[in-house]
């Protein structure tokens, strides 16, 4: 019933998927059906769910006669007014998401990868065909982030947001911290524990983390990100012994997904970061997710929570779903008014921990902090330790460009007393 006491069609919706989050927000719809009805004034019914296998043994029960895996039966049901995308995968999600919007139905979606690739073109669509596009579980599973940064936060110019987006590669870095362990024994275990894929590439090279990060920006600046300008650099460059060295300095290694805005335009960028411990993120830890933004009115946030699983994301699906039942939530799909500079790698300017072997003899740190020195790079703190052939130097920057840096280091790496440059990992937070 409305306000006026006239019945109001249930809201039907089409779900595509029912793996581990289609099973969720069937699971949740089911289960706490009742008091969603009385909050939304819409009951909300599953009314097909498309699939590959219908024989298949599913994580919850479910009528048969819901299970499809014919696209039209939902595309051509007039009663359906709303699908919700949980399959993955950019095809063919992408072209069912296009085929619904313009059928008129509104879309809910997870699915950072067709959004980081896809989105300008869908978001553009779904606005001129007047439909509701909500993609809150596509970025930090459970946390209302994308909700906080297009509605609550509206009122302010975001400036930065530094995110912990990735479970899989936090819980492989907490692991390798606390025990020592390789980035391979890390990895087993956390594929052990359902936490990585058998083919974790998309988690380790960060490639997740960069389809989320765009999405943030993009909502953040209010301008689109084009994928091919985010900088995106893994974790499988991280050894225990870096892990070591940023313990004596006071660091936490985490992946951070990393966007800001400066008066030159926009950075955006994915790798493996050294933060001082006292720093908000570095206490996030294992599979958890956190993102930290700075507004100028509301000062410093950080959202906190669980990144993925069935029903964290689900809760993230599921208030989507409402906000297409109330007709509420932001109705413009696409939230990029602007079209502001995306700046390239080589013009960051960060602090730099950087790990050298060299030969183990006099005036050796002499001639590479002359290379530093002539390169504009000046230097925070030096750890030369041990002795032996070769030995390491660990050098922690000032802030420099990173085109000023790759200069210096090409220069290091070209003197006959260094064997190698091991690792170079940007530092982030306050010196
Ligand atoms: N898992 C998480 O914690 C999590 C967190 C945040 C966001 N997401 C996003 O949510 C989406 C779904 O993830 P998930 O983990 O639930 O995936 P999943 O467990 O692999 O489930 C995918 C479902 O989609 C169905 N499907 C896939 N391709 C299909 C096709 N071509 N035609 C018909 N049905 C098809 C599968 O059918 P069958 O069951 O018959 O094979 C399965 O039910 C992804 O975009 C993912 O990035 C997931």
Known sequence: MDERGAQVEPLKIGLLGLGTVGSGVFQIIQKNGEELAQRTGRKLVIKKILVRDLTKKRAVEVPPELLTTNLNEILDDPEIDLIVEVMGGVDPASSYIRRSIQAGKHIVTANKELLAKNGRELLSLADEKGVHFHFEASVAGGIPVIKALKESLAANQVSKIMGIIN???????????????????????????????????????GYDAAYKLLILGSIAFGSRLDLAGVYTEGIRKVTPVDLDYGRQLGYTLKLLAIAKETPAGIEARVHPTFIPNSHPLASVSDVFNAI????????????????????????????????????SGAKKACSCLHVKKQLPMANTVTRYYIRISVQDSPGVLGQIAQKFGANDVSLQSVIQQGRGEPVPLVFVTHEVSEANLERAISGIKALDCVYSVDNIIRVEGEA
């Open 292 to 327: 930290y933004i700075e507004g100028d009115a509301v000062g410093e946030l950080m959202f906190y929570g669980r990144g993925a699983g069935d029903l964290p994301t689900a809760s993230a699906v599921c208030s989507d779903i409402i906000d297409v039942a109330r007709d």
């Open 167 to 205: 479970g899989t590669t936090n819980y492989i870095l907490t692991k390798m911290t606390a025990e020592g362990v390789s980035l391979e024994s890390a990895l087993m275990e956390a594929q052990a524990k359902g936490y990585a894929e058998a083919d974790p590439s998309s988690d380790i090279d």
